[in-house]
């Protein structure tokens, strides 16, 4: 994603350490972005697309807590960032 296009810089939040990968963290930084972009897949990304937060349902599942999605499941990683992201909003309402 091209963040040239109007984004602003909101702050940067973790670190997270992956289940299977204890010597790694990672950090995650939040934008604001005043339409949706494009979005354009990597190789650490099986899916990808924009999600409302009214969307994410969490739920508890085989390995912890995970988002229910119209496509699927948000699980892992991903899941306990995006839970700490809804968190943060939350706190600063």
Not at 4 to 25: I, Q, S
Not at 35 to 59: A, C, D, F, K, N
Request: hydrophobic share 40%; charged share 25%; net charge negative.
């Amino acid at each position: 994603m091209n963040l040239n296009y109007g984004a602003k810089y909101l702050g940067h939040f973790g670190p997270f350490v992956p289940r299977n990968r204890n010597n790694l963290e990672v950090y995650a930084y939040a934008f604001e972005i005043p339409t949706r972009l494009p979005l354009v897949p990597s190789g650490e990304s099986e899916y990808i697309r924009w999600v409302e937060l009214s969307e994410l349902q969490m739920t508890e599942g085989e390995y912890g807590r995970e988002f229910r999605i119209r496509d699927g499941i948000v699980w892992g990683l991903t899941a306990r960032i995006i839970e700490r992201f809804l968190e943060l909003c939350e706190i600063s309402k």
